[in-house]
């Protein structure tokens, strides 16, 4: 029997089991949900699923697997790569977590948190910081990516230099497995030898293994010093120098050091007149430089950084510099390099690839790659930001101008992709640093991966969801079709 016609029965189980707050078939209420955040991806769902605990979330998947419905989890959609957006036929249940948002456990002591899935970041941020801790991880989508997507697609962000990606954070997990069973490793263990580290294979898998539905999360103690300043730098290949030098003088301080082109500056002041430009003159290329300790304050993390930037200056590795004089100031400058992605989708179509390769080759592949796909697409121009400490780069290609958005995307601009996804490739990189595979990327990273990997990955996908229910069409291309 086909999922269609067991639709009603399936429906009238889960609706018993979820209650009217928990299940929905009414198209309004699910439409801003079935529209990836960047407004490439639109797909359609049988029904929308809002459970409140773990329990009900593993009932429904059991009941799923009984009906053999597709399930494609979901947080804030806030992803960009179209992961926890369904396909068109309107045979998933699209799963929200966002009812899911309480606090289980606090221990400052320990200095770990219990969320929830649906708890999201920003609200952990505003709880640790009550507490006078932090969780070291931050992005720009903070006020509506969920603790469940983050660890999904192992989340980057601004701090992985000093702190390592959402897989450094998380100490321990609860997911639901394709059959309903509940994995719970919440408890953690600083040493635990009993064969695989199964939560560790879940986190980044993109929903495809299983489900999380809470995390015990390590907390920092909250800084006593922050010091953020803003230089001005000729090219990338002095970027990188001035990142070595304050790496060598303010060692584990250091914790971000991001790179934006003038391009993508003069972008953000466009877009928003009322911001301004940190440095009276423009510069080809512009360092943010974040540096945190809970050892020192700021007045001596100061001084160290004005040392380490004196000592950069007089090697000619920039040509000027601001410390910002307060938080206010500092938040300034971030939200400057925050704002970069909506500048530039204003200005129009474009192609977003979000790479990495080693730290000590990015300047070369940035001096490489940009000007080659320039060439190979007249009128597009490149532009490449973001986390240069720890060799992940935003790599923009704008579309020529008058292109029309939606249809250069699907035509040049898929062949853009392919093209600097080759030459991430040659030079030993990831078409994939910290947004993830989703469905954006499917296609290639089935034909760019290494083919043992692939095998491996879809080997662990069939021995945990052999009827390939859960996110179908993401990550991993040749799984198993949910069984009619």
Request: hydrophobic share 45%; charged share 20%.
């Amino acid at each position: 029997m086909s999922i269609a016609s067991n639709a009603p029965a399936f429906l009238d189980e889960a609706a018993t089991l979820l209650g009217p707050r928990g299940l929905t078939t009414d198209p309004e209420r699910m439409e801003g949900w079935l529209t990836d955040w960047r407004g490439r991806y639109t797909g359609r769902a049988m029904a929308m699923a809002s459970p409140a605990t773990t329990q009900e979330v593993a009932a429904l998947v059991a009941l799923c697997a009984r009906f053999r419905v597709p399930i494609v989890p979901q947080g804030g959609n806030s992803g960009m790569a179209g992961g926890a957006t369904p396909d068109e036929t309107g045979t998933a249940l699209l799963l929200s977590l966002r009812r899911m948002d309480r606090v289980r456990r606090f221990d400052t002591d320990a200095g770990q948190i219990v969320c929830e899935a649906g708890v999201i970041l920003q609200h952990l941020h505003d709880t640790a910081e009550e507490a006078g801790m932090r969780f070291p991880l931050t992005l720009g989508g903070k006020g509506s990516a969920t603790i469940g997507g983050l660890v999904s697609t192992n989340a980057g962000g601004t701090q992985v230099l000093r702190h390592g990606t959402m897989r450094a954070q998380v100490l321990g997990l609860e997911a639901v497995l394709a059959n309903g069973e509940v994995f719970d490793t919440l408890t953690p263990l600083r040493k635990d030898n009993r064969g695989f580290d199964l939560k560790q294979l879940l986190i980044g898998s993109e929903g495809t293994l299983g489900i999380v539905t809470a995390a015990t999360l390590r907390l920092l103690p909250a800084p006593t010093g922050r010091v953020t300043a803003w230089a001005g730098l000729s090219s990338i290949t002095a970027a990188r120098s001035l990142l070595r030098r304050v790496e060598r003088d303010l060692g584990e301080a250091l914790e971000g050091f991001e790179v934006v082109p003038s391009h993508c500056l003069d972008s953000v002041l466009a877009h928003q007149p009322s911001a301004r430009a940190p440095l009276n003159e423009a510069h080809a290329w512009n360092a943010l430089i974040e540096c945190v300790s809970a050892s020192s304050d700021s007045a001596a993390l100061r001084e160290r950084l004005e040392a380490s930037l004196a000592a950069a200056l007089e090697e000619g590795m920039f040509a000027d510099a601001v410390i910002a004089a307060n938080d206010r100031q500092a938040e300034d400058f971030w939200h400057l390099r925050d704002s970069i992605s909506a500048a530039e989708r204003a200005l129009g179509p474009a192609m977003q690839h979000d790479i990495s390769v080693p730290v000590e080759k990015m300047p070369e592949f940035i001096l490489a790659a940009s000007p080659l796909i320039e060439a190979e697409f007249p009128g597009t121009r490149a532009a490449a930001f973001g986390h240069l400490g720890d060799g992940n780069v935003h790599f923009h290609v704008l579309a020529p101008a008058g292109s029309v958005r939606g249809e250069w995307e699907e035509t040049q601009g898929k062949a853009v992709s392919a093209r600097v996804h080759d030459l991430v490739s040659e030079w030993g990189g990831s078409i994939s640093a910290e947004h993830g595979i989703g469905q954006m990327k499917v296609a290639e990273l089935a034909r760019l991966h290494d083919p043992v990997a692939l095998a491996v990955m879809n080997s662990v996908k069939q021995a945990l969801d052999p009827m390939g229910l859960l996110n179908p069409g993401k990550l991993l291309m040749s799984v198993p079709a949910a069984c009619t």
